[in-house]
Structures are given as C-alpha cells and as structure tokens.
C-alpha cells in the first residue's frame, strides 16, 4: 500500500475506470426510476382528479396546485444556486404553462367534474401518443409516419369512438360527445407542448424550468377561473376532506415529482418515447377506480382499452424507429 498522499498510477486509473462505468450505470437507473413515477404515479392523478372535483371547482383546483407547486419548484432552484430566467425562458414558460396546464389538465379536469369517470378519462388521454406522432410527424426535419403508424392510428381512435357510443346498462366508463372533445382538446394541447418544449429556450435548471412552466400554468387556471365565475362561487369552507387529501396528493406527487420526472425524461429520451405512459396509465386508473369509485368496467371500456393501447403500441414501434429532433444547442437541462 502507498503512503498517505502517495501517487498510486495504478489506483488512480482503477478509480477512474470505475466511475466512467458506473456513470452510465446512474443515468440508466434514474431515468428508468423517471419512467416508473410517470407510469405508476400519473395514473393515479386521474382518480385524485375527480376526488377533489367533488368540492373544489376544475379550474380553481388546478391554479391552486400548480401555483403551489410552482413556488416550491423555483425555491428549490434558487435554493441551489440557479440562475435567474430570462425573459425568453418566460416567455416559453408561458407558451407552454398554457397548452400544458390551462388547455391540458384544465380540459381532463373539466370534463371529470362534469361527470366523466377516471377510467374512462385516462383512456382518452391514451390518445396522447398517436397526437404527439402526427404532430411530430409534421415538423421540418422529420420523417412521414408508415403504414403502421396510420394503422395504430385507425386502431386508437376506433377505440375512442367505441367509449363514446352509448351502451345501456354495460359501463358506466363510457364518455359524452362533450367530455370526449374536452378531454381530445385537451391531449392534443398537451401532446403538442411535449413536442415543441425541447425546442424551446429554457434555464438550465430544470427545477427553474418546470417551476415557472407551473407557476405561469397557475396563473392561466386563476384567470380562466375568474373568466368563468368558479372564483367568485368558491368556498374555502366547502372543501371537504377527500377533497383536500387529494389536492394535496396532485401537488405532492402528480405536480413536484411526476412533473420534474415527465420534463426530465423530455430532455433525455425525447417525447415520442416519454408518451409510452399512456400504455400504463389507463389501466391504474381504471383499477383504481373500480376498485375505489365505484366505477364499472364493462365490455366496451375493455374493448376501448385493447384498441387504443394496440393502436399506441403500433404507432410506437414505428415512430420509435424515427429519431426525436434534438433540442436546440446550449438548451441542454442540468438535472438538479
């Protein structure tokens, strides 16, 4: 053994060997842990959704935890000694708090409060990765899908015609044609953000960065809340405590954790992969609310989630085989 503070050649490079192998190593498990948490933890949100929707109105609940979580985020950041946003960061915080936020959750959120069942909902955000092929399909610098992508297409919206069509007495996990274009509208927004969000200027925090991508989404939510009057019929005293246990929940786990996971994983893998959620997170919110809701799963909410999840899987494996356009230079997140 060499003396303290003796060169070792030999031990030097054993060290540095072991450390560039077991870089890799991390990157792997972090973003495989990433995908568990949007995978696992995103499909929950679905029935923590129509949970706080019995008593906090969809917009007003939606300004309260995205604000909440947007505070916290940005703390976090300059808590580690980020640097300030600039107003192009701001600005493409905006663009995407809106189609995210205001368009994407206020949508699914809307459309539960109205009635539409957790299951049911998460199926029609199923949908997300067959928008996200053909809105990515459609940028520059992009290949046109195959013929198996505009098969799995086919496949996942006959699924959603299949949850729309009314069927007596079989599931009650079955939409209007209202919900249905809300909760559309709403996946095309979101699918559209996940394309155009690694193009963007953005911090190089990435707390930074989805800390104000929430804290403006926030802001868009109180100002749809005030436009449609939610604000002013609003109660504090009214929530009641499921409601309040599953706010807590979306800004805690569906907000803080899923969101810094789905933005992290934008930036490593690109959203084509990152929309492979979509396979999961049906079947955990159905689960979750048949077994907690009260919800039934009938023959067309099971013949709907064989379409659109085999039509997902099709337009994967061929859109997985097209690269995602790389994220524009010095734009790179560091993942504090």
Not at 69 to 88: C, E, K, Q, T
Not at 180 to 200: D, M, N
Not at 257 to 275: D, E, H, I
């Amino acid at each position: 053994m060499g003396e303290p503070g003796t060169h070792h050649p030999g031990r030097s490079r054993f060290r540095v060997d072991r450390l560039r192998s077991s870089a890799p190593q991390c990157a792997v498990v972090k973003v495989l842990a990433a995908f568990m948490v949007v995978y696992l933890v995103w499909g929950s949100t679905y029935f923590a959704l129509a949970r706080g929707v019995e008593t906090i109105p969809p917009l007003v609940l939606g300004a309260i935890r995205y604000s909440i979580a947007g505070l916290v985020m940005v703390g976090i950041g300059f808590s580690r000694g980020a640097a300030r946003p600039n107003w192009s960061h701001v600005g493409g915080a905006a663009l995407i708090g809106f189609l995210y936020f205001l368009c994407g959750n206020g949508g699914v959120t809307w459309a539960e409060a109205d009635g539409l069942g957790s299951g049911a909902a998460a199926l029609l955000c199923a949908t997300s990765p067959l928008l996200t092929a053909i809105i990515a399909a459609m940028l520059p610098g992009q290949s046109r899908p195959g013929w198996r992508a505009g098969l799995g297409l086919l496949l996942g919206f006959a699924g959603v015609v299949v949850l729309v069509l009314p069927n007596a007495g079989d599931s009650v996990a079955v939409a209007t044609g209202t919900q249905t274009l809300a909760v559309l509208f709403a996946s095309f927004a979101w699918s559209f953000g996940a394309v155009i969000a690694p193009r963007l200027a953005r911090p190089e925090s990435i707390s930074i960065w989805v800390g104000l991508q929430m804290l403006v989404g926030g802001a868009w939510m109180t100002a749809g809340a005030a436009v449609t009057g939610e604000l002013r019929d609003f109660s504090p005293n009214a929530i009641s405590g499921p409601s309040l246990i599953a706010l807590i929940y979306l800004i805690v786990f569906g907000s803080l954790l899923t969101f810094s996971a789905f933005n992290y994983l934008l930036q490593v893998v690109g959203p084509t992969r990152t929309s492979t959620y979509a396979y999961v997170n049906p079947v955990v919110a159905m689960a979750l609310g048949w077994a907690f809701g009260g919800e039934m799963i009938g023959k067309s909410a099971w013949l709907a989630m064989v379409l659109i999840l085999v039509g997902v899987g099709v337009t994967q494996w061929d859109s997985m085989r097209v690269k995602d356009a790389p994220a524009p230079k010095g734009a790179v997140l560091a993942s504090d």
